[in-house]
């Protein structure tokens, strides 16, 4: 029984020393583990807040650039309404541009008619005087037969029947006898150009500023009575309208300037075209 006990007793401290060393190794293995636990938690933790921080400078960034934009859109958003306002102002000077062109074509128009009525008044007297000299124009070539002359003759003695301003015809007709009439009834045709060759001035006609703007265009022809002695035109009408009023007077104005050689023609018949 001794034996056994010493025996027991012995063994005992062997068995208590492994078990220790086994729970050491043991917690050294859990020790390991733990602290490899650890490391990989640290780990998670530092890439989550690198993952955070990444995610945290994206928004910073994206906030940022979405103010940059705005900043722009709104930047735009005025040079727009600038613009707009602009356009509006434009378009309000252009109306008022408009209005005031019309104004002055109405005006334009107005005068226009006041300077036909004034020329209507102006030529009147001198269109009731052909009258009273026609019939003893018509009688005269009853008794004396018409006889063929040079065309200087023959208007020379139209104008001394027709064409002298009204204040001398008195006098004329007491003072000098009545000439055998050599002219046709028809004065002669020639064109602008071939009347300008025979006149010292000679302005063209101008075209009115409302007909060009209108596009109207005419011809016609423009019976114009000169003085042979000066060669000043005392009478010019339109045996052929051009169709427009203010065509007509721009031509009856224009012809009524001409100076024309003396003794070179009395009445003649010039074309006139507007295009």
């Given at each position: 029984m001794l034996h056994l006990g010493s025996r027991t007793s012995a063994v005992t401290p062997r068995i208590i020393l492994v078990l220790s060393f086994l729970f050491l190794m043991i917690a050294a293995i859990f020790g390991l583990h733990s602290s490899?636990?650890?490391?990989?938690?640290?780990?998670?933790?530092?890439k989550a807040n690198a993952a955070r921080d990444g995610a945290e400078h994206r928004r910073v960034t994206q906030e940022t650039e979405l103010k940059t934009r705005e900043m722009a859109v709104a930047g735009e958003e005025a040079k727009i309404a600038e613009a707009e306002n602009k356009a509006a102002k434009v378009g309000a000077e252009l109306a008022q541009l408009q209005k005031e062109k019309t104004e002055l074509q109405t005006r334009l128009e107005e005068k226009q008619k006041e300077i036909d009525s004034l020329q209507k008044r102006i030529e009147e007297p001198g269109a009731a005087a052909k009258p009273s000299e026609r019939p003893g124009a018509a009688?005269?070539?009853?008794?004396q037969p018409i006889s063929p002359s040079p065309p200087s003759l023959e208007i020379k003695a139209?104008?001394?029947?027709?064409?002298?301003p009204p204040p001398r015809r008195p006098k004329r007709l007491k003072t000098a006898p009545v000439t055998p009439p050599q002219v046709a009834d028809r004065p002669a045709t020639m064109s602008i150009s071939s009347a300008k060759a025979l006149a010292i001035y000679a302005p063209r006609p101008d075209y009115p500023s409302a007909a060009r703007s209108q596009r109207i265009i005419g011809s016609g022809v423009c019976v114009v009575s000169v003085?042979?002695?000066?060669g000043s035109v005392t009478e010019a009408s339109m045996a052929q309208s051009t169709g427009d009023?203010?065509?007509?007077?721009?031509?009856?104005?224009?012809?009524?300037?001409?100076?024309?050689?003396?003794?070179?023609v009395?009445?003649?018949?010039?074309?006139?075209?507007?295009?």
């Amino acid at each position: 029984m001794l034996h056994l006990g010493s025996r027991t007793s012995a063994v005992t401290p062997r068995i208590i020393l492994v078990l220790s060393f086994l729970f050491l190794m043991i917690a050294a293995i859990f020790g390991l583990h733990s602290s490899y636990r650890v490391d990989a938690l640290r780990a998670d933790v530092a890439k989550a807040n690198a993952a955070r921080d990444g995610a945290e400078h994206r928004r910073v960034t994206q906030e940022t650039e979405l103010k940059t934009r705005e900043m722009a859109v709104a930047g735009e958003e005025a040079k727009i309404a600038e613009a707009e306002n602009k356009a509006a102002k434009v378009g309000a000077e252009l109306a008022q541009l408009q209005k005031e062109k019309t104004e002055l074509q109405t005006r334009l128009e107005e005068k226009q008619k006041e300077i036909d009525s004034l020329q209507k008044r102006i030529e009147e007297p001198g269109a009731a005087a052909k009258p009273s000299e026609r019939p003893g124009a018509a009688s005269t070539p009853e008794k004396q037969p018409i006889s063929p002359s040079p065309p200087s003759l023959e208007i020379k003695a139209e104008h001394v029947e027709e064409t002298t301003p009204p204040p001398r015809r008195p006098k004329r007709l007491k003072t000098a006898p009545v000439t055998p009439p050599q002219v046709a009834d028809r004065p002669a045709t020639m064109s602008i150009s071939s009347a300008k060759a025979l006149a010292i001035y000679a302005p063209r006609p101008d075209y009115p500023s409302a007909a060009r703007s209108q596009r109207i265009i005419g011809s016609g022809v423009c019976v114009v009575s000169v003085d042979p002695r000066s060669g000043s035109v005392t009478e010019a009408s339109m045996a052929q309208s051009t169709g427009d009023p203010r065509l007509d007077n721009a031509a009856i104005s224009a012809f009524r300037q001409w100076r024309f050689k003396p003794g070179v023609v009395s009445k003649v018949r010039i074309p006139i075209e507007f295009q």
